[in-house]
Nanobody, 115 residues
Framework: QVQLVESGGGLVQAGGSLRLSCAGSGTIFNKMGWYRQAPGKQRELVAAITRGGRTNYTDSVKGRFTISRDNAKNTVYLQMNSLKPEDTAVYYC???????????WGQGTQVTVSS
């Protein structure tokens, strides 16, 4: 059974930091990433990383967030610094399995940034 289990969300003041983790199991993952969905808005890609370490970020988090992964642990991380109230959302881990190619989602973790 393939699973993605997230941890690390919470409440933080503006300017603070949080680190999200997503531990995968049951298969080998290619691309892994983080999406977020704020109330009344569409889910958006925050950051993604390939198995080889190539990364991409949405413009609003560049310079503040860092995505990384540990392939041996099948885990992806999102270090979030200089958090802003507009970063408040439910953050979802997303990962694509290698064979067969399929997308998986975590259950989501709430990140709330107070002003």
């Amino acid at each position: 059974q393939v699973q993605l289990v997230e941890s690390g969300g919470g409440l933080v003041q503006a300017g603070g930091s949080l680190r999200l983790s997503c531990a995968g199991s049951g298969t080998i993952f290619n691309k892994m990433g983080w999406y977020r969905q704020a109330p009344g808005k569409q889910r958006e890609l925050v950051a993604a990383i390939t198995r080889g370490g190539r990364t991409n970020y949405t413009d609003s988090v560049k310079g503040r967030f860092t995505i990384s992964r540990d392939n041996a642990k099948n885990t992806v991380y999102l270090q979030m610094n200089s958090l802003k109230p507009e970063d408040t959302a439910v953050y979802y881990c997303n990962a694509d399995s290698l064979v067969p190619t399929r997308a998986y989602w975590g259950q989501g973790t709430q990140v709330t940034v107070s002003s």
